[in-house]
DNA sequence: GTCTATATCTTGATAGAC
DNA sequence: GTCTATCAAGATATAGAC
């Protein structure tokens, strides 16, 4: 649980060694698609060690999705705080997607884990994430009902689900190391603020 | 090759069957997850019956992602031709967003699947899709540098690819049931095209 | 806490009758 | 064109030594 906090030095021991290059083997080639060998493979040990840490494969991914959505709330709540009560809509939008995105993009790939695998994951694995993802979605909903006041519920809805989609696709196409996360975060929220249309009066 | 014209009447046989309930398969449990037996049962063969039309469950997936790519270029340059020269940019954007959702979530989940299946897909199979997506994708991006001139290409494709994860999160959180795709389509536009600032004054 | 060895099941694919 | 029967490989998971 605490892994996320941790440098991923090639000293990680055990259990949270598994965990990290579990949700990269995951990320990348898929759920099913990655066996216990080749886990055990990447973490220089004999699948049967992986058992001493966890109870079965499921088990292991659940734990890699909870600390996935643990990371991006605590984003989001930091980012609320540095803010102060009189920063604008605008800022506001900034912040928490620049809170996302680098969430999303921080080293361990547990985050985005739950972008691509969450999808594909068995129904057991699935259920139990649905709380914390719930709680996650109503911090953005609430966010943006204040700086959106204009939106319906409807849209409200829709808006938050094509951002998320918007921003969580980034972890197939962005590379993070050659461009700046925050300069990527600027640019979807300045479109999403201002729209595509061609701007016939500045109004900041 | 023929498929998508054709009515999803359960009078379906053979090779088409099986095409249209593996792509449904593949995009709810996911390509790894589904075996042929679980795709045999679904089209109420055995499952060396399969092997009869396809020469593996690869090619099969292949064949699928062909008819989805098709179905979107399809969409793109119908909707073009519909538009006439005269087109503003907005109702360019609206036309090919509404064709790229409406082609999204007709009947067959041949489409859908290049969303959430190919990213996962083994090696070989993601490198024979390339081509065709690479073709869809310059028609997007050659039509938004239209409608958009002022962005620059990097903002261009950073734009492209965000709608694009917009759009195609839909297949994930919209029921086309339930809602009108057109009437998705026109929020989403209406959100790119004006963005969320509060207006001050209507540009139209 | 990691290992060797193995049990048990499911997978993709093939052979050949009809 | 669909079937029965089966193979070989790989999967998750367990038992028990060290």
């Keep these: 649980m605490a892994v996320v906090e941790k440098s991923p030095m090639q000293t990680e021991h055990g259990r ?8 990269n083997l ?12 080749t886990i055990a493979d990447a973490a220089e040990m004999r699948p049967a060690s992986i058992y001493h840490h966890f109870d079965s494969k499921d088990a292991l991914l659940s ?3 909870d600390i996935g959505m643990h990371a991006v709330t605590t984003a989001f709540t930091a980012a609320r705080e540095e803010l102060g009560s009189e920063a604008t809509g605008r800022q506001q939008l900034q912040a928490h997607v620049a809170g996302h995105l680098r969430a999303l993009f921080a080293n361990q790939a547990f985050t985005a884990a739950h ?9 057991d694995v699935r259920a139990a ?5 719930d709680e996650y979605e109503a911090l953005w909903t ?5 700086i959106a006041p204009g939106l319906g519920s409807d849209a409200l809805r829709l808006t938050r689900l094509a951002l998320f989609g918007a921003m969580n696709s980034a972890v197939q196409w962005f590379d993070h190391t050659e461009g700046s996360v925050d300069d990527l975060a600027a640019t979807i929220v300045d479109t999403l603020w201002h729209g595509l249309a061609p701007r016939t009066g500045g109004t900041s």
């Design 16 to 23: 949270d060694r598994i965990l990290r290059v579990a949700a």
């Design 129 to 133: 994430s649905v709380p914390q993802r």
């Design 26 to 37: 995951f990320l990348t080639k898929g759920y099913a698609e990655t066996s216990l060998r």
């Design 142 to 146: 609430d966010m943006l009902s204040h």
């Design 115 to 123: 972008v691509t695998v969450f999808p594909f994951a068995p129904a």
């Design 63 to 65: 734990e890699i999705l």
